[in-house]
């Protein structure tokens, strides 16, 4: 369910420009994940579970939100902890008993690269997932089992499943998720129901977008689900609709960004909209916290709505809050005439960077 106290309705959208052709390949993430299984099952080279103690997940940008899935995930069901880094530097814990889960989906992002060489110094133990570049290089050097990302998807920021999947279903062979494969089918099942609803033109991902118009969202989401959706939601309005978004979590952000709305709303009401991710792993509190920060808020900011999660269990909702995020993004592209594909603000920072 998506809802909202903002003004707006649901009509007809005309689609833009989409040069990469990120809408087919976003409403086509059922799929994604279903082929991404037998990726994870063919890879050979696996460690044995009971020789891993910690998990970590190296990824910058959409690899970088494969960790978050992988890390909530690791919160909910798995015996050892799951932890990101997206950066040059691996943390002080990494060790042989560390499997490392380098993912890049070129191969050749420098954060990735420069972590991973720190982990095979360590002697942890490794898992790349890429489609080639220098990481499937370093992988064949350093005898690395490999989850290949197929050839053809159109940008990593749309191949959340193809990078995200293979990973789970391998911490299962290792005996570190069981039951993966049950969760992953929910999750597909869901998609598709999710996917045949936003292929209208008259979608709850197109009424939401008309009613966010051209105001800033900021995305709360509560648990390691709304966690990680809310993350996804504002990097991918940032990236497809080429916009400032925000996120943060309940019951954090009840303890200090709150305080912010104090003042100044007169400005704010024609700022900001607030989107609350709902689903059903949150933790029973948070209903009254999200009720209550609502009434705070109604008056300050330009709208509030909400989108419930669907799906049996919690890679399910999560993956389906994602992929209506990634559908939201795409329509407040279209509604503007932006090209979600290209990123030349991100483009020029890498030349810049580079000289």
Known sequence: MVGGTGEGGTGPTRRGIDTLGLREATLGLADQVADAVAVGEAVDGLPAGEDV?????????????????????GELFLPVPVVVAKGYDAPSFLGSDTL???????????????????????????????????LAELAGEWGVPVAPVPDGLVASRAALGA??????????????????????QAAVDQLRVRADE????????????RRLGRSLPIVYGSGAVG??????????????????????????????????????GDLTRQVFQ?????????????????????????????????????????????????LVGDAVSLELAAQEGVDPGPTPVRDDLARLADT
């Open 274 to 322: 607030m989107v609350f991710l709902r689903h059903d792993e949150e933790h029973p509190q948070q209903a009254r916290r999200f009720a209550a920060l609502e009434t705070v808020l109604d008056e300050v900011v330009g709208g509030i709505h909400t989108v419930e999660a669907a799906g049996e269990g919690a890679l399910a909702q999560l993956l389906d809050l994602c």
């Open 53 to 73: 103690a910690n998990v970590l997940v190296l990824g910058m940008g959409a690899a970088g939100a494969v960790g978050d899935v992988l890390e909530a995930v």
């Open 163 to 184: 990078m995200a999947v293979p990973p789970l279903v391998c911490l299962e062979r290792m005996g570190l998720f069981p039951g993966a494969h049950g969760w992953i």
């Open 198 to 209: 936003l292929s209208s033109d008259r979608s709850s991902a197109v009424a939401l977008a």
């Open 100 to 134: 490392v889960v380098a993912v890049s989906h070129s191969g050749d992002t420098e954060e990735v690269l420069v972590a991973a060489e720190e982990a095979q110094q360590a002697g942890a133990r490794m898992l790349a997932v890429t489609s080639g570049g220098r």
């Open 227 to 264: 966690r990680v959706a809310a993350t996804r939601w504002k990097t991918q309005v940032n990236e497809n609709a080429k916009s400032p978004a925000f996120a943060n979590v309940l019951p954090e952000a009840g303890h200090n960004e709150v305080v912010g709305w104090g003042q100044n």
